[in-house]
């Protein structure tokens, strides 16, 4: 029997100690080495790469903060982001992943679902409702604080939600997993119309975008939620039951906001700005009401492939 020496169970230590940190170094781990929450990162993508988006980058910015600053959460937090189409709502998610993961959406604790890529057959709702909640628990137990985003909400079958309606819930764990370090966000167009007539109502008083606030918008939303029986959110009466910690209202995006998401997209390829470039592109877009021809139809989502012809 040959007894350990100290030099070499502190070699053998330190070669474990340099291993896992090596592994830690290279792999994405559920610490703090990859998962560590910025607030002043996300405050400054948001209010630098975000355009004509004030109330949502508010609401956004405190809700998040609040929340990872808070050691006991009573539950998960669940946000909900709803506007038109082409508004920054996965824009804005992926502002958010940034803050927290290291690898941003490429990080493995961050899981995207999409209505109609994960979820396209009706008939296999019941199959598709215990795979979700297969998915969301493995996670969960792997790593707390994973993030899930469903893209498409309005899109989703009623029903699919409530198979993970439980984890949303107050619960201080459910067969020994805990949910409250984990966040859910929801991604839906549903009240971006009623959004749009709150925005053309101050419009058309004279008064400042920037006048508008989280309480004009937050009616028009919840009742446009709560009225669309096609909603994925109907079924699982996530707003009953107010499982949703904040809606969050994305406003139609205006010419000059469409122009400053052109100049961004220039300079993000490297190319030198060009007002003139941008304006003539945004102009040729389509924008409603018909008349007043105020908001961008499909906001800044196709802008990048609409600036290659201008260029
Ligand atoms: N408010 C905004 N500020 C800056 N860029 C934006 C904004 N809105 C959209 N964009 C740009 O347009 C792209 C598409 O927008 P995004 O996918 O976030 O829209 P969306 O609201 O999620 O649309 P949809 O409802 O159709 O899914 C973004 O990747 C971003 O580059």
């Known amino acids: 029997f040959e007894p350990v020496t100290t030099s070499a169970f502190f070699g053998v230590a330190g070669v474990g100690y340099l291993g896992n940190k090596l592994y830690k170094y290279l792999f994405e781990t559920c610490d703090d080495q990859w998962i560590r929450f910025n607030s002043s990162n996300l405050e400054l993508a948001l209010n630098q790469k975000l355009f004509g988006q004030h109330v949502a980058s508010r609401v956004v910015l405190k809700t998040l903060t609040g929340y990872m600053n808070n050691p006991n959460p009573k539950k998960p937090l669940v946000l909900s982001l709803h506007g038109w189409t082409g508004t920054g709502k996965n824009f804005v998610s992926q502002l958010i992943t940034e803050s ?173 700005p060009d007002q003139d470039v941008v304006e003539r592109m945004a102009k040729d877009m389509n924008y409603f009401p018909k008349e007043e021809r105020l908001f961008a139809t499909q906001g800044c989502k196709v802008i990048s492939s609409r600036l290659d012809y201008y260029i």
């Not at 993961?101 to 215990?130: D, N, R, W």
């Not at 969050?248 to 998401?261: D, G, I, N, R, S």
């Open 100 to 272: 927290i993961y290291h690898k941003g959406m490429q990080s493995g604790f961050v899981h995207l679902f999409t209505a109609t890529a994960h979820f396209p057959h009706q008939k296999h709702l019941e199959i598709y409702k215990e795979q979700l909640q297969m998915w969301v628990k493995g996670n969960v137990t792997k790593c707390p604080r994973s993030m899930f985003i469903f893209d498409e909400m309005d899109k989703m079958q009623a029903g699919l939600i409530d198979s993970i309606k439980p984890y949303l819930d107050y619960y201080e764990n459910l067969d020994g997993v805990s949910y409250r370090q984990a966040i859910f966000i929801f991604l839906s167009n549903a009240g971006g119309e009623k959004i749009a007539e709150v925005a053309l109502d101050f419009w058309n008083k004279g008064r400042d975008r920037e006048e508008i606030e989280l309480k004009d918008l937050e009616m028009a939303v919840t009742l446009s939620v709560f009225n669309n029986k096609q909603s994925g959110f109907w079924h699982a009466n996530l707003i009953d039951k107010n499982l949703v910690d904040v809606y969050v209202p994305f406003l139609p995006l205006e010419l000059k906001h469409v122009v400053q998401c052109g100049l961004a997209e220039m300079a993000s390829r490297g190319i030198d």
